[in-house]
């Protein structure tokens, strides 16, 4: 089992003919990832490595039955590309687009709501892999295999670091929710679904400095988390008041700060590293008792 992405996800790439599309299409393909076609406006019946590229996602999800899509387009064009994926019915949309405007992402999140059919994850994310299964996005596929932990986390790069960390355990689902003040998946989500999967038996949760999402994390796993939960907050030696990082990295009074986000955790019982090299510690000691 998995959360959300399997060996069975059928993946299309909105703006694969695109020079960041196409090296990372290439890239999901060699880790044994099913791309079935590819989507740019203008330059269907084309073909990038024999996959095939169609005009619109409708036409591509007919044609392939892709079920999964990974949007690779410039900000400006994200959000008709992700309101085109949500009129389509693609239950699983993962926009790795960096710089997408607020206001943009307020309105294609809120339509795929009132939809209510498609999972949006990102933007400005790495994606999710389910190792050994399938890969969605941009994360490195090769730093770790299958396991029994499910990772959910804001930072591409600490995604990454916690994946090589924990290698010699392994992973059920990694999800790179992304950092900006709107994003379609949260910690929650996450926490609630790997709470249901079967195959994970512990949860690393990475956040960072600004906002109160882990605050609310923790709130949530009080009352609906029954398995462990490791977690990291990144930010820990920020000054404050300083703005580091992502934009949803906005520290406003203490609320924001990664001390009070850490005492949050801890009172409701998980456990938070001071790094992310004693959060994987937590979890290889909790795991092998």
């Known amino acids: 089992m998995t959360i959300w992405l399997d060996a069975d996800s059928r993946i299309l790439v909105q703006g694969m003919t695109g020079s960041e599309g196409t090296k990372h299409t290439r890239r999901m393909v060699a880790s044994g990832s099913r791309v079935v076609a590819g989507v740019t406006p203008g330059k269907g019946g084309q073909e990038v490595d024999g996959i095939p590229v169609f005009g619109d996602v409708a036409e591509a999800m007919a044609a392939t039955g892709a079920n999964v899509s990974v949007v690779f387009v410039p900000p400006r064009f994200a959000k008709a590309a992700v309101e085109e994926a949500v009129d389509a019915g693609i239950p699983l949309c993962v926009v790795i687009t960096e710089g997408s405007p607020v206001h943009d992402t307020a309105r294609f999140f809120q339509y795929a709501i009132n939809a209510g059919g498609t999972r949006v994850i990102g933007p400005n994310c790495p994606g999710i892999i389910s190792p050994g299964q399938s890969n969605a996005g941009i994360i490195p596929a090769d730093i770790t295999g299958p396991g029994p932990i499910g990772l959910v986390s804001k930072s591409g ?7 090589y ?11 790179g929710i992304g950092g900006d003040p709107i994003i379609g998946t949260t910690h929650i989500d996450c926490l609630a679904a790997f709470e249901a999967d079967p195959a994970t038996e512990a949860i690393v949760m ?15 796993i009080a009352d609906h988390v029954t398995k462990p939960v490791v977690g990291y907050v990144a930010g820990f030696t920020a000054p404050e008041g300083k703005t580091m990082g992502h934009a949803g990295a906005i520290v406003s009074g203490s609320s924001g700060t990664a001390s009070a986000k850490k005492e949050a955790l801890e009172a409701v019982g998980v456990r938070v590293g001071q ?4 959060t994987a510690r937590l979890m290889r000691s909790l795991l092998r008792g």
């Open 157 to 163: 790069t600490l995604t990454y670091q916690m994946m």
């Open 165 to 175: 960390e924990l290698n010699d355990i392994g992973f059920s689902t990694c999800v």
């Open 206 to 220: 990475i956040g960072e400095i600004g906002g109160d999402a882990e605050e609310r994390a923790a709130a949530f």
């Open 275 to 278: 790094t992310p090299s004693e």
